[in-house]
Structure formats: C-alpha cells, structure tokens
C-alpha cells in the first residue's frame, strides 16, 4: 500500500477566498483521485487527476471551481475556489494500486470549514 | 450504472460478539472488484478487505471476513471477536469501470 499525506489537515476559510489542498504519495503512481466527503455522507468523486493532462471531472464539478494540477506521479493538488458555506466538507485524495490500480488507498484528508 | 446499497445506516454490538454488515450492489459488468473500507472518527478511510468477482473464495483477513454472493449481488462483511476500535464507518464500495462507495453503516461496539 502506498503513505499518502494531505495539506493541510485542516482549514478555516472566508467566504470567496480559495484553498490549495496537496497531496503526495511516497511512491510513484499513475491513477490519483480527488473526492469529497459531506458531514454525514460518502464520498463523492470529484475528479480523477491525470499526469500530464488535463483532470477529468465528474457530473455536478467542474473545472473553474476545483481545478487540479498533476505535475508528476506522486503529487496532485485540489483547489477549492471562490468558496461558499456549501463546500465545508473533508476533501480526501486517493490512489489506484493494485495491478489495474483496482485497489485505493486513501490520504488522512483534509477537513474544510467554509464561514 | 453501479449502486452500492447498505441497508443499515447503524448498527450495534458486544465486545467479543459477531457482527455482520450488509451490502448489496447492482451492475451489469461481470469483472469488478468489492471491497469493505472503514472511517475511523480520525476520518482516515482504511482498507479492510477486498474481494475479486472471479474468486469464489470468500476473502479473510483477520478477524473480518465476507460473505460474497456473486448472483445474489450481496457482499457481507463479518466482524468476529469485535474490539473497541472497531468502532467506525464502514463503507462497501464497487470497483468496475468506476469506483463507487455505499452510503455507509455506523458501526458501535459497546463495552
């Protein structure tokens, strides 16, 4: 399995203002994924990060609101623009291993209070 | 496309008692992956067993294992000799074309 860490771990945040939230992983993978987690709910994907190109974003996201880097194999980053009350959630990155990258691995996330 | 049911958003059990959580999932694709996840309140999602569609085997891991029924779509999980910390969400989630999560089951263990 692969250690996933996740800036910052936590967030208090003003009303239009944006957050970078970064993820890196200790070994070099190819699938890294972004999602959120509402209080009280599961997770919903956001987008998946792909290396070198452009994310690939979910129904109900889009890119001007969450866009994503993906420089290299082991670091993505999630921003969190223009923020409203309604993205106070835990934004949790993760990582596809296994042989088709069927298995993730899940960073600490990163818990967002949005006043 | 895929649904990830569970039937139960809390459930309950004794120290050193059994416990088992439903899961049930619908999808046309006959090669997928299911696995069983747990969230701690430290919100940490772990890994705690994961099943291949193609085995028949029910996979193991410890003190948990599944109860998977391919034609039935249904994929228990079962909590043997439950501890303190077991105490957590558990989320079944369904991995073919895309990874989807259930809605969740809130698992205390009582002393």
């Known amino acids: 399995s692969a250690v996933i860490s996740q800036k910052p771990s936590r967030d208090i945040c003003q009303r239009g203002t944006s957050l970078t939230i970064q993820c890196q992983v200790d070994?070099?993978?190819?699938?890294m994924f972004w999602y959120r987690q509402q209080p009280g709910q599961s997770l919903t994907l956001i987008a998946t990060a792909n290396q070198g190109s452009e994310a690939t974003y979910e129904s109900g996201f889009v890119i001007d609101k969450f866009p994503i880097s993906r420089p290299n194999l082991t670091f993505s980053t999630l921003t969190v623009s223009n923020m409203s009350p309604e993205d106070s959630s835990i934004y949790l990155c993760s990582v596809g291993a296994g042989q088709g990258g069927e298995t993730q691995y899940f960073g600490p996330g990163t818990r967002l209070l949005v006043l | 496309a895929q649904t990830v049911t569970q039937s139960q958003p809390e459930m309950s059990v004794q120290e050193a008692e059994t416990v088992t959580l439903s899961c049930t999932y619908d999808?046309?694709?006959?090669?997928?992956?299911l696995f069983w996840y747990k969230q701690p309140p430290s919100r940490q999602m772990i890994l705690v067993i994961r099943?291949?569609?193609?085995?028949?085997q029910n996979a193991t891991e410890n003190r948990f294992s599944v109860n998977f029924q391919k034609a039935a779509k249904s994929f228990s999980l079962k909590i043997s000799d439950s501890q303190l910390g077991d105490a957590a969400m558990y989320f079944c989630a369904y991995y073919g074309q895309n990874f989807v999560f259930g809605p969740g089951t809130r698992l205390s263990v009582l002393p």
């Open positions: 999808t046309s694709e006959s090669d997928y992956y």
């Open positions: 070994s070099q993978v190819t699938m």
């Open positions: 099943q291949e569609a193609y085995k028949q």
